[in-house]
């Protein structure tokens, strides 16, 4: 009812705090108005007191019009359009921020809060004069971090230009964080947890949170990729988590955060190609070796490399990136059965790439998983990856220890007797070290290998552990070896390579290798051995 030019700074102040108490509290503006005429400051903080004002981030400016979120949108309607709308920028003295200050006129239709609307559109439009002469007006670009209050930041995407050769500094007040944090909590809009974090890059806290919401919100992937969304949204994802690991490179629950987002991630196909072309694979790399005492780091860095690894494309950027040799850090310094567990499991997928085979053959490789084998022989998995690892490493003919694997092996198998997988894992690898030397067969007859593939044919029914059996027994008994010969004669090896010819009658591998397997025991008859010939 007063002409608001005509007030004192104090009667502005009080005017306005009158008509903040006065706007309904249930309509959008009147929850809205207090967060957008005092960002987080008083009154008596701003050089322009009605100014909005907000920082941006000239690294993060975004020259395009992308849509932000639904949210956003929602706000959007209590201004006028972005062509109508403007916005001041003022400049300090200070370095590396921007202060935008924001006019824009309160829109709506609900006749109700007519003279509310009206008082607060006389208010800014009298506190336009209070501002600086020199200050100008820019419109179009919108901005992509804010660092302010993220309902205001939002709010302003449609209208800021920035004046490139302005540069301040400005803090974060603790209220901007503190709302923020708590939306980031409570939202299920993934462009909405981008942009909290983008605007707080610096912040631990909301970035650990925002890794944590996007972990949280893996499950949604499918059915938002079932909705026509492109690539490029999730590599958006991807970056975000990225950036918030580099940013907090030493801070172990910003870390521990994001290797859980990507394991999260990953496990979805099209998200574990993004998470490998993104820089992914670098930064849990890197946080493996920054942390390598961090047990739920390792882990949850291991499981996610294990789902990239099951890509060529995954096995490729690990195998670049050093990932081997970290791999074998992890499981020296952290006495883990889950990091022995996944690391294992890792190197068994990785073990598909020859120059990995090399390198855990030559950087102590060997030395680490057999100390994870003594330590967890009763352990499936890691014995059943072990033994795979191994027997690729003697498939090629690398150097190893033989007579402590061998002996391993054989203890593992017994152990494990009813474990199928295990007795084909520990036939092949005694196959592929009698293959190579007279002296590794004598080696694997003298820690009981022949006994091991003795049994695996009585307990075992199934043909591929059969054929791996009767396979190991033939070239065993090749060996020139009079021990061996003695052993073999000795033993119910020509019971079990019968059964294995009666139960298999059209297994064409079993029938060839137990049948050529008879000529060299037959041979054994010097020895004062009797052959009971059965039909």
Not at 132 to 155: A, L
Not at 225 to 238: H, W
Not at 446 to 473: K, Y
Request: aromatic share 4%; net charge negative; hydrophobic share 40%.
């Amino acid at each position: 009812d007063h002409d608001s030019t005509a007030l004192s700074r104090p009667q502005l102040v009080d005017t306005r705090h009158q008509l903040l108490r006065e706007a309904d509290n249930d309509s959008v503006a009147g929850k809205m108005l207090p967060k957008l005429l005092s960002p987080g400051h008083s009154p008596d903080q701003h050089n322009k007191f009605s100014d909005l004002t907000l920082t941006l981030r000239d690294d993060y400016v975004r020259h395009d019009d992308k849509p932000i979120s639904k949210s956003c949108a929602r706000l959007r309607t209590l201004f006028d359009s972005p062509k109508t709308s403007t916005a001041t920028v003022s400049r300090e003295k200070k370095k590396d921020v921007r202060c935008v200050s924001f006019s824009k006129e309160m829109v709506n239709s609900s006749p109700s809060r007519a003279a509310a609307k009206e008082k607060v559109r006389r208010i800014i439009q009298s506190s336009r004069t209070l501002s600086d002469g020199n200050s100008s007006s820019y419109s179009g670009i919108t901005p992509q971090d804010c660092r302010e209050n993220d309902m205001i930041s939002r709010v302003a995407n449609s209208a800021i230009k920035i004046d490139e050769t302005s540069h301040i500094n400005h803090e974060i007040a603790p209220g901007q964080v503190r709302d923020s944090t708590h939306r980031i909590q409570q939202t299920n809009d993934v462009e909405e947890v981008k942009f909290i974090m983008s605007s707080f890059t610096e912040n631990a806290a909301i970035q650990e949170i925002g890794c944590n919401r996007f972990r949280d919100l893996s499950w949604a992937l499918s059915s938002l990729m079932k909705c026509g969304c492109d690539d490029s949204k999730y590599a958006e994802v991807v970056e975000s988590i990225v950036v918030a690991m580099m940013a907090h490179m030493s801070s172990s629950i910003v870390q521990e955060a994001g290797c859980g987002a990507l394991w999260a991630l990953s496990s979805n196909h099209i998200m574990a190609i993004s998470i490998t072309v993104n820089s992914g694979v670098t930064v849990m790399v890197a946080a493996m070796e920054e942390h390598i005492y961090h047990t739920n780091i390792q882990v949850l860095a291991l499981q996610a490399l294990c789902n990239l690894a099951r890509l060529r494309i995954g096995v490729d950027s690990i195998s670049k990136h050093q990932g081997v040799r970290n791999i074998l850090q992890s499981m020296r310094a952290c006495d883990s059965v889950a990091v022995h567990e996944w690391s294992c499991k890792l190197l068994h997928l990785l073990a598909t790439h020859p120059n990995n085979l090399e390198i855990i053959s030559s950087d102590g490789g060997l030395e680490a998983i057999f100390v994870a084998m003594v330590k967890r022989k009763h352990d499936i998995r890691i014995i059943e990856d072990s033994l795979s690892i191994l027997s690729k490493i003697a498939s090629i003919g690398l150097g190893v220890d033989m007579f402590a694997w061998v002996d391993m092996t054989v203890s593992v198998s017994k152990i494990h007797s009813g474990i199928s997988c295990i007795q084909i894992l520990s036939c092949m690898i005694f196959r592929d070290l009698a293959k190579i030397s007279f002296d590794n067969q004598e080696c694997i007859a003298r820690c009981g290998g022949i006994e091991v593939a003795r049994d695996a044919i009585f307990n075992h029914q199934e043909p591929r552990v059969r054929e791996e059996a009767c396979t190991c027994i033939r070239l065993l008994s090749s060996s020139n070896s009079t021990f061996i010969r003695r052993l073999i004669a000795q033993s119910d090896v020509i019971d079990a390579l019968i059964m294995a010819i009666d139960e298999h009658p059209t297994n064409d591998r079993i029938q060839y290798e137990a049948n050529s397997a008879f000529p060299f025991i037959c041979g054994y008859v010097e020895y004062g051995i009797e052959i009971i010939s059965r039909s």
